[in-house]
């Protein structure tokens, strides 16, 4: 998401100038092509402020004397491809943005200062922690009026908190919080106090971080959206397997294209989720078509329940994959769902692969219904339901698909031709 390259501001200062230069009309040349954005800021007869930003790696230029990058400029320029995209003409970039282009392509890696990135760090936490501040409030507000007051009022105050949450370096949180205000009316109880319990448990945890083990305070971390920079994880050792693409999610978010594979090891039976963005038409690195199998060594981010991963080498599988073997009933799914959920309570979408389930229509529910009778609900606004009752016949079939504690996003069905998208 845009949002990531917000997160890089140096401090609440230069964020608060950037906001402020993005309603300003002195901003002229405005582009993009697909890489990189552009924009010239007039300073009333001097030569204008030259500002560019490579949108997918974070990487900032600009004329101006200011030493922080991302400056004022660089973030007026993220604000208004967040905020107000037709103001960016795509195009050729001009000669000077060509030439930070050719620059960028061809500088060598900073070496940065151990102590200068520890200040950094301590900045961004006191950010943080003041947007977790703020948060409690929120939340001590929410158990003194009730869930269903506090739902009466909209969804507005919930956005605009997310706004600060992400303002304040905290893009998983606002994540959660975004879903309180788009659960609404169509949520049940359950789903919005377990929403409200995460919020506040991620709150107790942030208090006592120091006390918890590094594997735990990593997740924590990572929830919250301070990530593993990609060179340590590739210092790691990798774990090599045979692994299948067993399904794909995208989307975009910001005007920024995401996506989710989930990959499944062949002899460990381990799941790897590949996150991955591009901004505007600029293609993914790597193609992960569905159902093919690729050999080679993924390396997880670090935590007690590893499950996002990098796979840096994948060669061709180029045999048949023979590990895919899922749950008999919602029983045995929900059990280890409890198990995971409780080694690391910040699991976004938790993977499974259901053996013999059958889409039921009743009434307005759409369900899933196991061999036992058990029914779980697919999630809100899944499209292809119809197309899993048409595939089904009525009887049962094999699927994977995400579950996020209350319901079922199927991603894949395998028929007698392999694995199809759900």
Excluded at 235 to 241: E, F, G, T, Y
Excluded at 407 to 415: E, F, K, Q
Aim: proline share 6%; net charge positive.
């Amino acid at each position: 998401m845009i949002d990531h390259l917000i997160q890089l501001a140096p401090d609440a200062k230069t964020l608060e100038a950037g906001r402020r230069l993005f309603y300003s009309r002195r901003w002229r040349l405005l582009g993009g092509d697909g890489e990189w954005i552009w924009g010239e800021f007039d300073v009333g007869g001097k030569r204008p402020v030259e500002s560019a930003v490579q949108v997918v790696r974070g990487r900032f230029s600009c004329s101006c004397r200011s030493r922080s990058r991302p400056c004022a400029h660089n973030l007026a320029l993220v604000l208004l491809l967040k905020n107000n995209p037709d103001r960016l003409t795509v195009g050729q970039p001009p000669e000077w943005v060509r030439s930070v282009q050719y620059q960028a392509e061809r500088a060598p890696k900073p070496v940065k200062d151990a102590a200068q990135a520890e200040d950094r760090l301590a900045a961004r936490l006191e950010l943080m922690t003041a947007g977790i501040d703020e948060l409690e409030l929120r939340l001590l507000d929410v158990a003194r009026r009730g869930i269903a007051d506090t739902l009466g009022q909209g969804s507005e105050s919930w956005l605009a908190m997310a706004t600060r949450l992400t303002d304040a370096k905290l893009p998983g949180p606002a994540g959660r919080v975004r879903r309180l205000a788009s659960l609404g009316a169509e949520g049940t109880e359950g789903e919005i106090a377990r929403t409200l319990g995460d919020l506040y448990l991620f709150i107790r945890s942030w208090r006592i971080r120091e006390e918890l083990p590094e594997e735990r305070r990593a997740e924590l971390y990572q929830f919250a959206g301070i990530t593993t920079r990609k060179e340590e994880l590739l210092a790691q050792p990798a774990r090599d397997d045979h692994w299948l693409v067993l399904g794909t999610v995208s989307g975009t978010e910001d005007r920024l294209r995401y996506r989710r594979v989930w990959l499944r090891g062949e002899q460990s039976r381990r799941y790897a989720l590949l996150l991955d963005y591009a901004f505007g038409e600029f293609p993914f690195e790597q193609s992960w078509p569905l159902s093919a199998s690729f050999s080679g060594g993924v390396r997880y981010y670090p935590g007690s329940y590893p499950q996002r991963a990098v796979f840096t080498d994948p060669r061709p599988g180029g045999r048949p994959y023979d590990g895919l073997k899922g749950y008999p009933s919602f029983e045995e799914m929900l059990g280890n769902y409890r198990r995971a959920l409780g080694t690391n309570p910040w699991l976004y979408y938790y993977p499974v692969y259901l053996e013999s389930v059958r889409p039921v229509k009743s009434g307005e529910d759409m369900l899933l219904v196991d061999v036992r009778g058990s029914a779980l609900p697919v999630m809100l606004g899944y499209e292809g339901f119809y197309r899993l009752l048409a595939v089904s016949g009525g009887g049962p079939l094999s699927l994977f698909a995400e579950f996020d504690g209350y319901r079922l996003r199927p991603l894949s069905v395998l028929t007698a031709l392999g694995l199809t998208e759900a």
